[in-house]
């Protein structure tokens, strides 16, 4: 038999957030994880190089039921405490485009911050652990192990959602509130590209490495601006993965091809200039070639001079490019998913300590819970700000 303060199970961000904040208050804590390292989220992401946070964060860049839960935590533990934190590791670390943070170097820059900030005597790590059962007790929780039973006062679920289940996500976070009767609001993939209908796939596969900038918006009138990747099952690329978000399956979404730019007033300038150039041709002044031949067959349109185009085919064309409607078949799944949407329901939980109200004792941080960034560095700021909260008050 075991005892402890805090048992920790999830050494991702907001586990080892939790940890470092929880073992500094003196608190004995054992951190668990079934995977073989820590921080393999972390590792990856960003393209091995961690968009860790983003210059501007606030309540509107998450998703969650309740619009104002994250306020309190974001309040306590703001990007400024998580670059003063990296500050003191002296982390390289450079802005991108919208305000995103990237280390310069590796991401393995923040998972070693981490756990020097872990290594504490009072913090213990266990790993490849497989939990087979946890009870509440008069005082706190029992989580019994294959070998071991091990009890604490207070219990962290830090395990993430299902996204990216080659890192070992597992829906074991949500099981846990289902046994304390805690709401979950229904899971689905986030941040993850879009697969086409066979009928469309079959003519846009073609199209696969051509990435153009676009703006999106979805049928909630959700706007984004950035860039799209056409790919041999459908649509990627930032713009997508954020609209993705904020899309329903059997919605379509409206791509503008030429966000900046005004077609009509294009063609009609070309008319003037080079009047017997064909359509194709002057099109391809703005756009790949290979895309304005496949969009011509997918809009049905006929190539020809630009001198012999109407006021209706004008219009249609300005239309088609500007508001170009396509209804995705569904996403790539969990399989490449970077945020799982909903989770453990956030009114059951107290957005200034992150404790179940109705367990005492009982805590979830990070994604498990019904809290999704947009694309940008938001949801490890999340990590960061949720693991904090927890470990003041574990």
């Known amino acids: 038999m075991k005892e402890v303060d805090v048992v920790i199970i999830g050494a991702g961000a907001a586990g080892l957030m939790c940890a470092s904040q929880a073992g500094k208050r003196g608190r004995k804590i054992l951190l668990l994880d079934k995977g073989k390292k820590p921080g393999r989220k972390i590792l990856i992401s960003g393209g091995g190089r961690c968009n860790f946070s983003n210059q501007e964060i606030s309540a509107v860049n998450y998703i969650c039921r309740n619009p104002h839960f994250v306020k309190s935590a974001l309040a306590q533990y703001s990007q400024w405490d998580f670059f003063s934190l990296i500050s003191e590791y002296s982390i390289e670390w450079e802005e991108r485009s919208h305000g995103q943070l990237f280390c310069i170097h590796s991401a393995k820059d923040i998972v070693d911050m981490l756990l020097k900030e872990c290594s504490n005597p009072n913090i213990e790590f266990s790993y490849n652990v497989e939990i087979k059962q946890i009870e509440k007790t008069t005082n706190g929780f029992k989580i019994t192990l294959p070998e071991q039973k091990i009890f604490c006062s207070s219990l962290v679920i830090a395990t993430g959602g299902l996204s990216m289940p080659k890192l070992g996500a597992t ?172 989770g453990v329901d956030t009114d059951e939980l107290s957005s200034k300590t992150m404790e179940a109200k109705n367990v005492s004792g009982l805590y979830f941080i990070g994604e498990v819970m019904d809290v999704a960034g947009r694309l940008g560095g938001y949801n490890f700021q999340w990590a960061w700000s949720s693991g904090f909260v927890a470990g003041q008050n574990v």
């Open 171 to 342: 829906p074991f976070g949500y099981h846990i509130a289902d046994q304390f009767n805690l709401e979950r609001i229904p899971t689905s993939a986030g941040l993850v590209p879009f697969t086409l209908h066979e009928k469309d796939k079959s003519l846009l596969s073609e199209l696969s490495g051509i990435a153009i900038p676009v703006s999106i918006t979805t049928q909630n009138g959700v706007f984004f601006k950035e860039n799209m990747l056409f790919t041999h099952r459908g649509l990627s690329g930032p713009v997508v993965l954020q609209a993705s978000n904020y899309w329903t399956p059997g919605e379509s979404i409206t791509i503008n091809l030429l966000p900046d730019l005004n077609l009509k007033d294009f063609l009609n300038e070309m008319r003037e200039k080079h009047p017997a150039q064909s359509l194709k041709n002057s099109l391809s002044r703005l756009l790949p070639k290979r895309l304005i031949e496949t969009l011509m067959v997918f809009g049905k349109i006929d190539d020809k001079p630009i001198k012999h185009l109407s006021t209706k085919e004008l219009d249609f064309l300005d239309d088609y490019f500007h508001y170009w409607k396509i209804a995705p078949n569904g996403t790539e799944g969990y399989r490449t998913a970077e945020v799982t949407l909903g």
